[in-house]
C-alpha cells in the first residue's frame, strides 16, 4: 500500500515538473529553459527534480512529449468525433499554440546537437504514424509514395505556418493556404475558408 502511494506520489511530481517545463519553455524559449526556473515554476527541490530528470536535454524531450501526448489524444478525439474538415481545424488550432510552437525551438536545437536530434526522433515518428490514417481520409486513394508527398507536406507546411504565426498573426490566411494545399492534392476538407 505504502509503495503503491509513493508511486503515485512520484507520477504525480513528475508531471508537475513536466507541465512546469512547458510553461518555462512556453515563457523563455529553449533557451532560457532552466532547471532552477523548472524548479521554482514547479515548486519542488532540486532532489526531486534531478530525481526525476538528471538532464535538461532530458527534461526538454519529456516535456516536448508530454504535450505531444495530449495533442495526440486531441487529435484522436477529432478524427472519432468529427470529419475531414475538422481535423484539419483542429490540426490547425494544436500548430498554432504557444505549446506546439515551444517545442519547435526543440527541433531547431537538433539541428546542431546530435543527442537532442536522436532524442526527439522517436516521437517525431510516432506523430507521424498517428496521423497517417486520418489523413487517408482526406484524399482517399493515393498510391504510398503521393500520400507519404501530402502528409509529409501539410505536417510541414503547419509547421512553417506556426513559425510565421510568431511575427504575423493571419488565421484566415493561413486557412486559405491550407485549403489551397488540400485542393491540390484533391483532399475532401475544407478548412472553412471562405
Same mark, same amino acid.
Given at each position: 500500500?505504502?509503495?503503491?502511494?509513493?508511486?503515485? *506520489?512520484?507520477?504525480?511530481?513528475?508531471?508537475?515538473?513536466?507541465?512546469?517545463?512547458?510553461?518555462?519553455?512556453?515563457?523563455?524559449?529553449?533557451?532560457?529553459?532552466?532547471?532552477?526556473?523548472?524548479?521554482?515554476?514547479?515548486?519542488?527541490?532540486?532532489?526531486?527534480?534531478?530525481?526525476?530528470?538528471?538532464?535538461?536535454?532530458?527534461?526538454?524531450?519529456?516535456?516536448?512529449?508530454?504535450?505531444?501526448?495530449?495533442? %495526440?489524444?486531441?487529435? +484522436?478525439? %477529432?478524427?472519432?468525433?468529427?470529419?475531414?474538415?475538422?481535423?484539419?481545424?483542429?490540426?490547425? +488550432?494544436?500548430?498554432?499554440?504557444?505549446?506546439?510552437?515551444?517545442?519547435?525551438?526543440?527541433?531547431?536545437?537538433?539541428?546542431?546537437?546530435?543527442?537532442?536530434?536522436?532524442?526527439?526522433?522517436?516521437?517525431?515518428?510516432?506523430?507521424?504514424?498517428?496521423?497517417?490514417?486520418?489523413?487517408?481520409?482526406?484524399?482517399?486513394?493515393?498510391?504510398?509514395? *503521393?500520400?507519404?508527398?501530402?502528409?509529409?507536406?501539410?505536417?510541414?507546411?503547419? *509547421? /512553417?505556418?506556426?513559425?510565421?504565426?510568431?511575427?504575423?498573426?493571419?488565421?484566415?490566411?493561413?486557412?486559405?493556404?491550407?485549403?489551397?494545399?488540400?485542393?491540390?492534392?484533391?483532399?475532401?476538407?475544407?478548412? /472553412?475558408?471562405?
Amino acid at each position: 500500500m505504502e509503495a503503491a502511494r509513493r508511486q503515485s *506520489r512520484a507520477l504525480r511530481t513528475r508531471e508537475q515538473i513536466l507541465a512546469a517545463a512547458v510553461e518555462v519553455m512556453v515563457g523563455h524559449g529553449y533557451a532560457g529553459l532552466t532547471m532552477q526556473r523548472v524548479q521554482t515554476a514547479a515548486g519542488v527541490t532540486r532532489g526531486a527534480l534531478t530525481h526525476h530528470f538528471s538532464s535538461m536535454r532530458e527534461l526538454a524531450v519529456a516535456a516536448v512529449d508530454y504535450v505531444a501526448a495530449a495533442q %495526440a489524444g486531441e487529435i +484522436e478525439a %477529432a478524427v472519432a468525433d468529427a470529419g475531414p474538415a475538422e481535423l484539419i481545424e483542429v490540426l490547425h +488550432e494544436v500548430t498554432r499554440r504557444p505549446t506546439y510552437v515551444a517545442g519547435l525551438e526543440l527541433w531547431v536545437a537538433a539541428r546542431t546537437d546530435p543527442e537532442l536530434r536522436a532524442a526527439l526522433r522517436p516521437g517525431a515518428r510516432q506523430l507521424g504514424r498517428q496521423l497517417r490514417e486520418p489523413l487517408l481520409l482526406l484524399v482517399g486513394d493515393l498510391d504510398d509514395e *503521393r500520400l507519404e508527398v501530402f502528409a509529409d507536406g501539410l505536417l510541414s507546411l503547419l *509547421r /512553417g505556418l506556426a513559425v510565421g504565426g510568431v511575427l504575423r498573426d493571419r488565421p484566415a490566411l493561413e486557412k486559405a493556404v491550407l485549403a489551397a494545399w488540400l485542393g491540390a492534392f484533391g483532399a475532401q476538407a475544407t478548412t /472553412g475558408a471562405g
